[in-house]
């Protein structure tokens, strides 16, 4: 199983960025995938899910209206689209999914907001 996140990059405040996970190694559409983020001398905190089929999604409380979570199953790949970005949304990006007992994680991708 491999996942790798690109993408980030420095934004201004009130900008847009989106964010991708490229998977392989296992059947995609069969599993639900994550995005986690976490700033530094903070824990890793999980920020949004999909289902395998894409059709069912959910947000943590900080991030709702503003990022939006989609996958492509033929390119194996998750989005995550991030509008309105804050300074406090500064952190390593990484996508994960649990496959045969354990979580994937991918090497991360730094997001910076600030003006």
């Known amino acids: 199983v491999q996942l790798v996140e690109s993408g980030g990059g420095l934004v201004q405040p009130g900008g847009s960025l989106r964010l991708s996970c490229a998977a392989s190694?296992?059947?995609?559409?069969?599993?639900?995938m994550r995005w986690y983020r976490q700033a530094p001398g903070k824990e890793r905190e999980w920020v949004a899910v999909?289902?395998?089929?894409?059709?069912?999604?959910d947000y943590a409380d900080f991030v709702q209206g503003r990022f939006t979570i989609s996958r492509d199953n033929a390119k194996t790949t998750v989005y995550l689209q991030m509008n309105s970005l804050k300074p406090e949304d500064t952190a390593v990006y990484y996508c994960?999914?649990?496959?045969?007992?354990?979580?994937?994680w991918g090497q991360g991708t730094q997001v910076t907001v600030s003006s």
């Open positions: 994960t999914c649990p496959y045969s007992g354990r979580w994937y």
């Open positions: 190694g296992f059947t995609f559409s069969s599993y639900g």
């Open positions: 999909i289902s395998g089929g894409g059709d069912s999604t």
